[in-house]
Protein backbone atom coordinates (compact mmCIF):
# COMPACT_ATOMS: atom_id res chain seq x y z
CA UNK A 1 0.00 0.00 0.00
CA UNK A 2 1.49 3.35 -0.65
CA UNK A 3 1.16 5.94 1.35
CA UNK A 4 -1.16 9.30 0.97
CA UNK A 5 -0.54 11.87 -1.40
CA UNK A 6 -1.72 14.87 -0.34
CA UNK A 7 -2.04 17.68 -3.38
CA UNK A 8 -3.29 21.19 -4.09
CA UNK A 9 -4.62 23.15 -6.96
CA UNK A 10 -4.73 26.51 -7.61
CA UNK A 11 -5.25 29.02 -10.19
CA UNK A 12 -2.94 32.32 -10.52
CA UNK A 13 -5.26 33.06 -14.10
CA UNK A 14 -8.12 31.94 -16.18
CA UNK A 15 -8.45 28.46 -17.06
CA UNK A 16 -8.99 28.16 -21.27
CA UNK A 17 -8.25 25.62 -23.54
CA UNK A 18 -9.92 22.28 -24.93
CA UNK A 19 -10.28 19.01 -23.26
CA UNK A 20 -11.80 16.17 -23.41
CA UNK A 21 -12.61 13.55 -19.98
CA UNK A 22 -12.80 10.08 -19.93
CA UNK A 23 -15.15 7.54 -20.49
CA UNK A 24 -18.26 7.29 -18.77
CA UNK A 25 -17.97 5.58 -15.85
CA UNK A 26 -21.64 3.75 -15.16
CA UNK A 27 -21.56 2.85 -19.16
CA UNK A 28 -18.01 1.52 -19.01
CA UNK A 29 -18.62 -0.98 -16.41
CA UNK A 30 -21.52 -2.30 -18.16
CA UNK A 31 -20.52 -2.48 -21.69
CA UNK A 32 -17.38 -4.75 -19.73
CA UNK A 33 -20.28 -7.26 -17.93
CA UNK A 34 -22.62 -6.99 -20.95
CA UNK A 35 -19.74 -8.08 -23.34
CA UNK A 36 -18.74 -10.51 -21.17
CA UNK A 37 -22.15 -11.96 -21.05
CA UNK A 38 -22.51 -12.07 -25.17
CA UNK A 39 -21.28 -15.12 -27.62
CA UNK A 40 -18.70 -13.50 -29.93
CA UNK A 41 -16.25 -10.57 -29.70
CA UNK A 42 -17.72 -7.23 -28.76
CA UNK A 43 -15.38 -4.26 -29.56
CA UNK A 44 -15.24 -1.46 -26.50
CA UNK A 45 -13.94 2.42 -27.76
CA UNK A 46 -13.07 5.38 -25.10
CA UNK A 47 -13.69 3.03 -22.16
CA UNK A 48 -12.36 4.32 -18.90
CA UNK A 49 -9.51 3.03 -17.59
CA UNK A 50 -9.73 3.74 -14.26
CA UNK A 51 -9.47 1.57 -10.76
CA UNK A 52 -13.33 0.76 -10.47
CA UNK A 53 -13.66 0.00 -14.19
CA UNK A 54 -10.57 -2.45 -14.06
CA UNK A 55 -11.98 -4.08 -10.82
CA UNK A 56 -15.11 -4.95 -13.04
CA UNK A 57 -12.78 -5.80 -15.64
CA UNK A 58 -10.84 -7.96 -13.50
CA UNK A 59 -13.69 -9.59 -12.11
CA UNK A 60 -15.09 -10.99 -15.14
CA UNK A 61 -11.81 -12.11 -16.35
CA UNK A 62 -12.08 -14.46 -13.08
CA UNK A 63 -15.60 -15.42 -14.02
CA UNK A 64 -14.34 -16.91 -17.45
CA UNK A 65 -14.72 -13.94 -20.01
CA UNK A 66 -11.68 -13.72 -22.22
CA UNK A 67 -11.12 -9.48 -22.37
CA UNK A 68 -7.97 -7.72 -23.97
CA UNK A 69 -6.48 -4.19 -24.27
CA UNK A 70 -5.26 -3.63 -27.69
CA UNK A 71 -1.99 -1.38 -28.07
CA UNK A 72 -5.16 0.99 -29.87
CA UNK A 73 -6.68 1.42 -26.72
CA UNK A 74 -9.95 -0.70 -27.74
CA UNK A 75 -10.92 -3.30 -25.74
CA UNK A 76 -11.70 -6.86 -27.20
CA UNK A 77 -14.03 -8.74 -25.44
CA UNK A 78 -15.22 -12.22 -25.89
CA UNK A 79 -18.00 -13.28 -23.59
CA UNK A 80 -19.57 -16.52 -21.70
CA UNK A 81 -22.71 -16.66 -22.63
CA UNK A 82 -25.99 -15.90 -20.60
CA UNK A 83 -25.67 -18.28 -17.41
CA UNK A 84 -21.64 -19.74 -18.44
CA UNK A 85 -20.23 -17.50 -15.83
CA UNK A 86 -17.78 -19.96 -13.99
CA UNK A 87 -17.05 -20.04 -10.60
CA UNK A 88 -14.18 -17.87 -9.84
CA UNK A 89 -10.71 -19.62 -7.91
CA UNK A 90 -10.23 -16.34 -5.35
CA UNK A 91 -12.95 -13.99 -3.85
CA UNK A 92 -13.44 -10.84 -6.21
CA UNK A 93 -11.68 -7.55 -4.92
CA UNK A 94 -13.78 -4.91 -5.61
CA UNK A 95 -11.54 -1.87 -4.82
CA UNK A 96 -13.85 1.02 -3.92
CA UNK A 97 -16.12 -0.02 -6.57
CA UNK A 98 -19.92 0.09 -5.30
CA UNK A 99 -21.39 -0.08 -8.92
CA UNK A 100 -18.78 -3.02 -9.85
CA UNK A 101 -20.11 -4.85 -6.32
CA UNK A 102 -24.09 -4.55 -6.41
CA UNK A 103 -24.33 -5.05 -10.45
CA UNK A 104 -21.69 -7.93 -10.38
CA UNK A 105 -23.78 -9.73 -7.35
CA UNK A 106 -26.94 -9.51 -9.18
CA UNK A 107 -25.00 -11.43 -11.77
CA UNK A 108 -23.86 -13.83 -9.52
CA UNK A 109 -26.80 -14.41 -8.37
CA UNK A 110 -28.93 -16.44 -10.69
CA UNK A 111 -25.58 -18.54 -11.55
CA UNK A 112 -25.05 -21.96 -9.89
CA UNK A 113 -21.72 -20.46 -8.25
CA UNK A 114 -20.29 -19.74 -5.42
CA UNK A 115 -18.63 -16.02 -5.10
CA UNK A 116 -16.99 -13.83 -2.35
CA UNK A 117 -16.66 -9.87 -2.57
CA UNK A 118 -14.38 -8.14 -0.77
CA UNK A 119 -13.39 -4.24 -1.02
CA UNK A 120 -11.60 -1.53 0.41
CA UNK A 121 -12.41 0.22 4.33
CA UNK A 122 -14.93 2.56 1.90
CA UNK A 123 -16.73 -0.27 0.33
CA UNK A 124 -16.74 -2.32 3.32
CA UNK A 125 -18.89 0.24 4.97
CA UNK A 126 -21.59 1.06 2.57
CA UNK A 127 -24.77 -0.96 3.13
CA UNK A 128 -25.39 -4.24 0.47
CA UNK A 129 -29.08 -5.10 2.09
CA UNK A 130 -30.85 -3.15 -0.41
CA UNK A 131 -29.11 -5.58 -3.10
CA UNK A 132 -29.13 -8.38 -1.04
CA UNK A 133 -33.50 -8.37 -0.41
CA UNK A 134 -34.38 -8.86 -3.93
CA UNK A 135 -31.86 -11.03 -5.06
CA UNK A 136 -32.75 -13.40 -1.68
CA UNK A 137 -36.24 -13.25 -2.86
CA UNK A 138 -34.93 -14.66 -6.65
CA UNK A 139 -33.29 -17.58 -4.59
CA UNK A 140 -29.88 -16.53 -3.96
CA UNK A 141 -28.49 -16.82 -0.38
CA UNK A 142 -25.74 -14.35 1.52
CA UNK A 143 -23.38 -14.56 4.41
CA UNK A 144 -22.48 -11.40 4.89
CA UNK A 145 -20.40 -9.05 7.55
CA UNK A 146 -22.79 -7.45 10.06
CA UNK A 147 -24.84 -4.68 8.55
CA UNK A 148 -24.92 -6.47 5.73
CA UNK A 149 -21.67 -5.43 4.29
CA UNK A 150 -18.32 -6.34 2.64
CA UNK A 151 -16.61 -8.89 2.59
CA UNK A 152 -19.58 -11.12 1.46
CA UNK A 153 -20.56 -14.55 0.10
CA UNK A 154 -23.09 -14.83 -2.72
CA UNK A 155 -24.73 -18.35 -3.48
CA UNK A 156 -26.05 -18.22 -6.47
CA UNK A 157 -28.78 -20.37 -8.12
CA UNK A 158 -29.85 -21.44 -11.24
CA UNK A 159 -32.65 -21.24 -12.14
CA UNK A 160 -33.89 -18.34 -9.75
CA UNK A 161 -37.39 -17.07 -9.90
CA UNK A 162 -38.62 -14.31 -10.95
CA UNK A 163 -39.82 -11.38 -9.08
CA UNK A 164 -41.64 -8.27 -9.12
CA UNK A 165 -39.74 -5.65 -7.62
CA UNK A 166 -40.59 -2.08 -5.93
CA UNK A 167 -37.75 0.29 -5.32
CA UNK A 168 -37.89 1.17 -2.22
CA UNK A 169 -34.61 3.76 -2.78
CA UNK A 170 -34.10 5.67 -6.10
CA UNK A 171 -30.99 3.42 -7.18
CA UNK A 172 -30.15 2.63 -10.62
CA UNK A 173 -27.57 -0.17 -8.95
CA UNK A 174 -30.50 -1.98 -7.06
CA UNK A 175 -32.73 -1.72 -10.60
CA UNK A 176 -29.67 -2.68 -12.24
CA UNK A 177 -28.65 -5.46 -9.83
CA UNK A 178 -32.26 -7.15 -10.14
CA UNK A 179 -32.56 -6.75 -14.10
CA UNK A 180 -28.94 -8.18 -14.40
CA UNK A 181 -29.92 -11.53 -12.17
CA UNK A 182 -33.15 -11.67 -14.13
CA UNK A 183 -31.39 -11.72 -17.31
CA UNK A 184 -30.52 -15.91 -16.53
CA UNK A 185 -33.86 -15.97 -14.50
CA UNK A 186 -36.67 -18.30 -16.60
CA UNK A 187 -39.58 -16.04 -17.22
CA UNK A 188 -39.96 -12.12 -16.56
CA UNK A 189 -38.50 -10.67 -14.09
CA UNK A 190 -39.44 -7.00 -13.04
CA UNK A 191 -38.54 -3.68 -11.79
CA UNK A 192 -40.90 -0.93 -10.84
CA UNK A 193 -39.27 2.67 -10.48
CA UNK A 194 -41.15 5.05 -8.84
CA UNK A 195 -38.36 7.85 -9.53
CA UNK A 196 -36.72 7.45 -12.51
CA UNK A 197 -32.75 6.40 -12.19
CA UNK A 198 -29.78 6.67 -14.90
CA UNK A 199 -31.19 4.21 -17.80
CA UNK A 200 -28.26 3.12 -19.18
CA UNK A 201 -28.59 -0.84 -18.53
CA UNK A 202 -31.73 -0.74 -20.02
CA UNK A 203 -30.45 0.92 -23.07
CA UNK A 204 -27.47 -1.55 -23.29
CA UNK A 205 -29.46 -4.98 -22.79
CA UNK A 206 -31.90 -3.72 -25.60
CA UNK A 207 -28.71 -2.94 -27.87
CA UNK A 208 -27.27 -6.34 -26.60
CA UNK A 209 -30.33 -7.97 -27.72
CA UNK A 210 -31.93 -9.01 -24.34
CA UNK A 211 -35.94 -9.00 -24.05
CA UNK A 212 -36.32 -5.65 -22.51
CA UNK A 213 -39.62 -3.38 -22.19
CA UNK A 214 -40.38 -0.59 -20.37
CA UNK A 215 -43.28 1.03 -19.52
CA UNK A 216 -44.53 4.64 -18.20
CA UNK A 217 -47.38 4.12 -15.55
CA UNK A 218 -48.78 6.30 -12.83
CA UNK A 219 -46.77 3.92 -10.46
CA UNK A 220 -43.43 4.81 -11.75
CA UNK A 221 -41.22 3.11 -14.89
CA UNK A 222 -41.92 -0.70 -15.42
CA UNK A 223 -38.88 -2.96 -16.92
CA UNK A 224 -39.73 -5.73 -17.78
CA UNK A 225 -36.88 -8.42 -18.69
CA UNK A 226 -37.36 -12.01 -20.50
CA UNK A 227 -34.22 -13.89 -19.56
CA UNK A 228 -32.76 -17.09 -20.81
CA UNK A 229 -32.03 -14.90 -24.02
CA UNK A 230 -28.52 -14.85 -25.69
CA UNK A 231 -26.66 -11.39 -25.97
CA UNK A 232 -25.35 -10.56 -29.04
CA UNK A 233 -21.75 -8.86 -29.16
CA UNK A 234 -21.59 -5.05 -29.76
CA UNK A 235 -19.20 -2.39 -30.86
CA UNK A 236 -19.38 0.09 -28.27
CA UNK A 237 -17.78 3.62 -27.74
CA UNK A 238 -18.29 5.24 -24.71
CA UNK A 239 -19.12 8.66 -23.98
CA UNK A 240 -17.69 11.02 -21.92
CA UNK A 241 -18.30 11.42 -18.31
CA UNK A 242 -20.69 13.88 -17.46
CA UNK A 243 -19.60 13.03 -13.64
CA UNK A 244 -16.20 14.47 -14.68
CA UNK A 245 -17.17 17.15 -16.69
CA UNK A 246 -18.92 18.68 -13.89
CA UNK A 247 -15.86 19.46 -11.95
CA UNK A 248 -14.75 21.49 -14.80
CA UNK A 249 -17.99 23.57 -15.18
CA UNK A 250 -18.01 24.30 -11.84
CA UNK A 251 -13.97 24.88 -11.93
CA UNK A 252 -14.48 27.43 -15.27
CA UNK A 253 -17.68 28.73 -13.55
CA UNK A 254 -15.49 30.13 -10.54
CA UNK A 255 -12.09 31.43 -11.89
CA UNK A 256 -12.84 34.89 -13.20
CA UNK A 257 -12.02 35.02 -17.13
CA UNK A 258 -12.30 31.17 -17.82
CA UNK A 259 -13.56 30.59 -20.81
CA UNK A 260 -13.03 26.20 -21.69
CA UNK A 261 -14.65 23.48 -24.18
CA UNK A 262 -15.43 20.13 -22.88
CA UNK A 263 -15.42 17.82 -25.43
CA UNK A 264 -17.74 14.49 -25.96
CA UNK A 265 -20.02 15.24 -22.72
CA UNK A 266 -22.78 12.44 -22.50
CA UNK A 267 -25.80 14.20 -22.01
CA UNK A 268 -28.41 11.52 -21.18
CA UNK A 269 -31.39 13.00 -19.63
CA UNK A 270 -31.15 10.76 -16.46
CA UNK A 271 -27.64 11.90 -16.01
CA UNK A 272 -27.53 15.97 -16.80
CA UNK A 273 -29.33 17.62 -14.04
CA UNK A 274 -25.73 18.80 -12.64
CA UNK A 275 -26.02 20.92 -16.06
CA UNK A 276 -29.66 22.00 -15.13
CA UNK A 277 -28.76 22.74 -11.73
CA UNK A 278 -25.82 24.86 -12.70
CA UNK A 279 -27.61 26.93 -15.40
CA UNK A 280 -30.29 27.87 -13.04
CA UNK A 281 -27.26 28.81 -10.35
CA UNK A 282 -26.92 31.48 -14.02
CA UNK A 283 -23.77 29.34 -15.38
CA UNK A 284 -22.72 30.01 -18.96
CA UNK A 285 -22.98 26.48 -20.32
CA UNK A 286 -23.74 26.44 -24.28
CA UNK A 287 -24.28 22.57 -25.55
CA UNK A 288 -22.28 23.02 -28.98
CA UNK A 289 -22.68 20.13 -31.78
CA UNK A 290 -24.89 17.75 -29.95
CA UNK A 291 -25.27 14.55 -31.44
CA UNK A 292 -25.49 10.76 -30.69
CA UNK A 293 -22.56 8.74 -29.97
CA UNK A 294 -23.38 4.71 -29.32
CA UNK A 295 -27.18 5.23 -28.64
CA UNK A 296 -26.33 8.20 -25.91
CA UNK A 297 -26.80 12.24 -26.52
CA UNK A 298 -23.54 14.03 -26.71
CA UNK A 299 -22.31 17.69 -26.83
CA UNK A 300 -19.26 19.44 -26.38
CA UNK A 301 -19.85 21.80 -23.75
CA UNK A 302 -18.03 25.37 -23.88
CA UNK A 303 -18.27 27.24 -20.42
CA UNK A 304 -17.03 30.69 -19.07
CA UNK A 305 -16.55 32.28 -15.98
CA UNK A 306 -20.38 33.69 -14.83
CA UNK A 307 -21.60 35.47 -11.71
CA UNK A 308 -23.42 32.65 -9.92
CA UNK A 309 -26.70 32.94 -7.58
CA UNK A 310 -27.48 30.90 -5.02
CA UNK A 311 -30.88 28.54 -5.47
CA UNK A 312 -33.43 25.78 -4.11
CA UNK A 313 -32.44 22.75 -5.68
CA UNK A 314 -35.37 21.16 -7.28
CA UNK A 315 -35.49 17.74 -5.01
CA UNK A 316 -36.82 15.95 -8.66
CA UNK A 317 -33.07 16.60 -10.07
CA UNK A 318 -31.84 14.29 -7.53
CA UNK A 319 -30.98 10.95 -9.10
CA UNK A 320 -29.54 12.64 -12.59
CA UNK A 321 -27.01 14.52 -10.20
CA UNK A 322 -26.50 12.56 -7.51
CA UNK A 323 -22.96 11.95 -7.84
CA UNK A 324 -22.36 15.96 -8.65
CA UNK A 325 -23.78 17.32 -5.21
CA UNK A 326 -19.92 17.65 -3.78
CA UNK A 327 -19.18 20.07 -6.85
CA UNK A 328 -23.09 21.99 -6.94
CA UNK A 329 -21.93 22.37 -2.97
CA UNK A 330 -18.43 23.99 -4.50
CA UNK A 331 -20.26 26.06 -7.03
CA UNK A 332 -22.94 26.98 -4.19
CA UNK A 333 -19.99 28.35 -2.12
CA UNK A 334 -19.22 31.20 -4.73
CA UNK A 335 -22.85 31.96 -5.45
CA UNK A 336 -24.35 35.16 -4.51
CA UNK A 337 -26.85 33.98 -2.20
CA UNK A 338 -28.18 30.83 -0.66
CA UNK A 339 -28.02 27.42 -2.23
CA UNK A 340 -30.71 24.70 -0.45
CA UNK A 341 -30.25 21.48 -1.51
CA UNK A 342 -32.68 18.73 0.15
CA UNK A 343 -34.13 15.47 -0.82
CA UNK A 344 -30.46 13.80 -1.30
CA UNK A 345 -30.22 11.57 1.77
CA UNK A 346 -28.72 9.08 -0.55
CA UNK A 347 -25.35 11.56 -0.42
CA UNK A 348 -24.66 9.87 2.99
CA UNK A 349 -23.77 6.19 2.07
CA UNK A 350 -21.75 6.72 -0.99
CA UNK A 351 -17.84 6.13 -1.16
CA UNK A 352 -17.91 8.62 2.19
CA UNK A 353 -20.74 10.46 3.57
CA UNK A 354 -20.43 12.86 1.50
CA UNK A 355 -22.99 15.42 3.26
CA UNK A 356 -20.72 15.31 6.29
CA UNK A 357 -17.77 15.13 4.48
CA UNK A 358 -18.56 18.63 1.90
CA UNK A 359 -19.82 20.27 5.26
CA UNK A 360 -16.59 19.89 6.95
CA UNK A 361 -14.33 20.67 4.10
CA UNK A 362 -16.22 23.43 3.20
CA UNK A 363 -16.16 25.07 6.52
CA UNK A 364 -12.31 24.33 7.13
CA UNK A 365 -11.93 26.67 4.19
CA UNK A 366 -14.22 29.54 5.34
CA UNK A 367 -17.61 28.62 3.76
CA UNK A 368 -20.90 29.12 5.03
CA UNK A 369 -22.41 25.26 4.91
CA UNK A 370 -25.10 24.12 6.98
CA UNK A 371 -25.77 20.31 7.33
CA UNK A 372 -29.31 18.69 6.90
CA UNK A 373 -29.70 15.15 7.59
CA UNK A 374 -30.56 14.83 3.59
CA UNK A 375 -28.65 17.90 2.05
CA UNK A 376 -27.12 21.48 2.91
CA UNK A 377 -27.86 24.93 2.53
CA UNK A 378 -24.55 26.91 1.50
CA UNK A 379 -24.27 30.91 1.30
CA UNK A 380 -21.80 31.83 -1.27
CA UNK A 381 -19.23 34.19 -1.27
CA UNK A 382 -20.83 36.33 -4.26
CA UNK A 383 -17.74 35.66 -6.80
CA UNK A 384 -15.20 36.19 -4.31
CA UNK A 385 -12.39 33.60 -3.17
CA UNK A 386 -12.79 31.29 -0.60
CA UNK A 387 -10.47 31.84 3.29
CA UNK A 388 -9.01 28.47 2.29
CA UNK A 389 -5.70 27.50 4.16
CA UNK A 390 -6.73 23.67 5.10
CA UNK A 391 -5.76 20.66 4.63
CA UNK A 392 -9.04 18.45 3.38
CA UNK A 393 -10.09 14.89 4.65
CA UNK A 394 -10.98 12.93 1.61
CA UNK A 395 -11.79 9.46 3.42
CA UNK A 396 -11.27 7.31 0.34
CA UNK A 397 -13.67 9.10 -1.79
CA UNK A 398 -12.76 10.83 -5.13
CA UNK A 399 -15.44 13.05 -5.57
CA UNK A 400 -14.90 14.66 -2.39
CA UNK A 401 -11.22 15.10 -3.22
CA UNK A 402 -11.72 16.58 -7.00
CA UNK A 403 -14.52 18.66 -5.88
CA UNK A 404 -12.42 20.50 -2.84
CA UNK A 405 -9.11 20.66 -5.72
CA UNK A 406 -11.35 22.88 -7.26
CA UNK A 407 -12.56 24.86 -4.68
CA UNK A 408 -8.45 25.50 -4.30
CA UNK A 409 -8.63 26.98 -7.70
CA UNK A 410 -10.22 30.43 -6.52
CA UNK A 411 -8.82 30.24 -2.45
CA UNK A 412 -7.01 33.13 -0.74
CA UNK A 413 -4.95 30.51 0.44
CA UNK A 414 -4.17 27.23 -0.48
CA UNK A 415 -6.62 23.94 0.22
CA UNK A 416 -4.81 21.00 0.18
CA UNK A 417 -6.16 17.29 0.00
CA UNK A 418 -4.95 14.81 2.18
CA UNK A 419 -4.86 12.00 -0.57
CA UNK A 420 -5.33 12.37 -4.21
CA UNK A 421 -4.98 8.87 -4.61
CA UNK A 422 -8.75 7.75 -4.70
CA UNK A 423 -8.85 9.89 -7.52
CA UNK A 424 -7.75 7.44 -9.72
CA UNK A 425 -11.03 5.60 -9.25
CA UNK A 426 -12.78 7.30 -12.00
CA UNK A 427 -10.58 9.81 -13.83
CA UNK A 428 -6.86 9.07 -13.87
CA UNK A 429 -6.01 12.14 -15.73
CA UNK A 430 -7.54 14.83 -13.46
CA UNK A 431 -4.69 16.32 -12.61
CA UNK A 432 -3.13 16.56 -16.03
CA UNK A 433 -6.71 18.22 -17.38
CA UNK A 434 -6.37 20.69 -14.44
CA UNK A 435 -2.73 21.26 -15.85
CA UNK A 436 -3.96 21.72 -19.00
CA UNK A 437 -6.27 24.51 -18.40
CA UNK A 438 -4.07 26.34 -16.58
CA UNK A 439 -3.96 25.78 -13.05
CA UNK A 440 -1.16 24.46 -10.72
CA UNK A 441 -0.67 21.56 -9.26
CA UNK A 442 1.30 20.95 -6.10
CA UNK A 443 2.21 17.88 -4.75
CA UNK A 444 2.79 18.24 -1.03
CA UNK A 445 4.02 16.70 1.99
CA UNK A 446 2.46 14.06 4.37
O1 LIG B 1 -25.65 2.53 -11.72
C1 LIG B 1 -24.63 3.25 -11.70
O2 LIG B 1 -23.73 3.15 -12.56
C2 LIG B 1 -24.49 4.24 -10.61
C3 LIG B 1 -25.58 4.57 -9.86
C4 LIG B 1 -25.55 5.55 -8.76
O3 LIG B 1 -25.59 4.83 -7.54
P1 LIG B 1 -26.96 4.39 -6.80
O4 LIG B 1 -27.63 3.38 -7.62
O5 LIG B 1 -26.50 3.85 -5.50
O6 LIG B 1 -27.76 5.65 -6.68
C5 LIG B 1 -24.30 6.40 -8.78
O7 LIG B 1 -24.15 7.07 -7.55
C6 LIG B 1 -23.06 5.59 -9.07
O8 LIG B 1 -21.93 6.41 -9.16
C7 LIG B 1 -23.18 4.87 -10.39
C1 LIG C 1 -21.02 6.64 -6.01
C2 LIG C 1 -20.09 6.45 -6.94
O1 LIG C 1 -19.67 5.23 -7.42
P1 LIG C 1 -19.89 3.76 -6.87
O2 LIG C 1 -21.22 3.67 -6.19
O3 LIG C 1 -19.78 2.89 -8.07
O4 LIG C 1 -18.76 3.47 -5.91
C3 LIG C 1 -19.45 7.61 -7.61
O5 LIG C 1 -18.71 7.37 -8.58
O6 LIG C 1 -19.64 8.76 -7.21
Keep these: MQSPRPLSLSAHSPLTGTITVPGDKSISHRSLMFAGLAVGESRITGLLEGEDVLATAAAMRAMGADIVRGDDTVWRVHGVGVGGLLQPQTALDMGNSGTSTRLL ?9 TVSFTGDASLSKRPMDRVITPLSQMGAEFTASPGNRLPLMV ?38 EPVPTRDHSERMLRGFGADLTVEETPE ?28 WMVAASIVPGSDILIRNVGLNATRSGIVTALKMMGADIEEVDARDVGGE ?16 VPPELVPSMIDE ?13 RTVARGAEELRVKESDR ?10 CGAAIEEYPDGAAITGTGGEPLPGGARIE ?19 SAIAIDDARPIATSYPDFVDTATA ?3 HSAWLNQ
Excluded at 297 to 312: K, Q, T
Design 155 to 192: RGIAPAVPITYTLPVASAQVKSAVLLAGLNTPGATRVI
Design 105 to 113: MGLVASHAI
Design 437 to 439: LGA
Design 220 to 247: GRIIAITGEAELKPQTITVPGDPSSAAF
Design 297 to 312: PVADLRVRHAPLSGIE
Design 325 to 337: YPALFVAASFAQG
Design 355 to 364: IAAMATALQA
Design 394 to 412: THLDHRIAMSMAIAGLNAK
